[in-house]
């Protein structure tokens, strides 16, 4: 990684990568990275954003090189999140000080809530490629669809206790080469490396650091319904929704994400399966600059 971005540490825990315009007043974009991936995974973009705005990756408790939450329901984990952010004179001064808030798969269940909870803190609201606890449509009758559980198989199976451990312990790289072969687009602009796969599989063989994601996936039903009281309450902020194409979400992810807002726009991304990021980053950077830039001058 370029010695311009710097990995500074949070309270509660939470690595962060920090970069971006050295101008106090440049708008702070706030990246959250899911699974099974760190904060790293928005390396693609940070260049784009870099240009005028200033940004900071985050590993949300849990995941990545974070510290574990004491519960995974994801408006606790969003709450800590944000009390790391507001609390932080380096990333902003005072109370008052907006920003905008972007979140990738498991990053996006917890974006919501902190949108939820702090709308008159962050500017606007982007959601990545992720189906959000309480916004998922109702799955079809078992044995689900093969194209269907090519891609959803990780919401059942993680959230098993104990057997997910006994069958991935020692076998990390396997399942995250698997997850990476099947969860993108052959004719993606860019496909993840074996060189991110190997870092994504040093992280995430350590200790304790599946059984952490995993819980994401227990506490799921508790934060979707969560969500749903916060849905009762649309999002008054303009919130972004992308999907890839090839991933089965695409121009769904639209649809998904209606209930929660009122101000809805984004669609699918040609070529590109779940991570949307790596696999296109000029598309996600030219989308979220134009989304970012129409908030800001409106």
């Not at 996600?284 to 989304?291: D, H, P, T």
């Amino acid at each position: 990684m370029a010695s311009k971005w710097q990995i500074k540490h949070l309270s509660h825990g939470i690595r962060a990568i920090t970069g971006g315009s050295s101008s106090r007043s440049a708008p702070l974009v706030v990246l959250l990275a899911g699974w099974p991936e760190t904060a790293e995974a928005f390396s693609g973009i940070f260049e784009s954003l870099a240009q005028r705005h200033r940004f900071v990756a985050l590993d949300p408790p849990g995941l990545g090189y974070s510290a574990p939450p004491p519960t995974y329901d994801t408006k606790t984990i969003s709450q800590l999140l944000a009390d790391a952010v507001h609390g932080d004179s380096a990333l902003l001064d005072g109370p008052e000080q907006q920003y905008h808030l972007v979140g990738h798969d498991i990053g996006s269940w917890i974006a919501y809530p902190w949108a939820a909870q702090h709308q008159s803190r962050v500017r606007s609201l982007t959601i990545l490629d992720a189906g959000v606890p309480g916004l998922l449509p109702t799955p079809p009758s078992y044995p689900l669809p093969h194209e269907v559980n090519m891609k959803l198989w990780q919401f059942s199976f993680n959230a098993l206790p104990e057997l997910p451990e006994i069958l991935v312990q020692g076998r990390e790289r396997e399942l995250l080469s698997w997850m990476f072969k099947y969860k993108t687009a052959a004719a993606a602009a860019h496909q993840v490396s074996a060189e991110t796969i190997e870092e994504y599989v040093r992280c995430y063989a350590r200790p304790g650091a599946m059984s952490r994601a995993f819980e994401f996936y227990r506490a799921f039903n508790e934060s979707a319904e969560q969500n749903a009281r916060f849905a009762e309450t649309p999002l008054s902020i303009p919130l972004l929704a992308l999907g890839g194409a090839a991933g089965g979400v695409g121009d769904r992810i639209t649809q998904m994400v209606a209930p929660i807002a009122k101000r809805v726009q984004g669609g699918g991304i040609e070529d590109c399966g779940h991570f949307v990021m790596e696999e296109q980053p000029e598309v996600v950077s030219r989308k979220l600059l134009e989304f970012l830039d129409s908030v800001e001058s409106a």
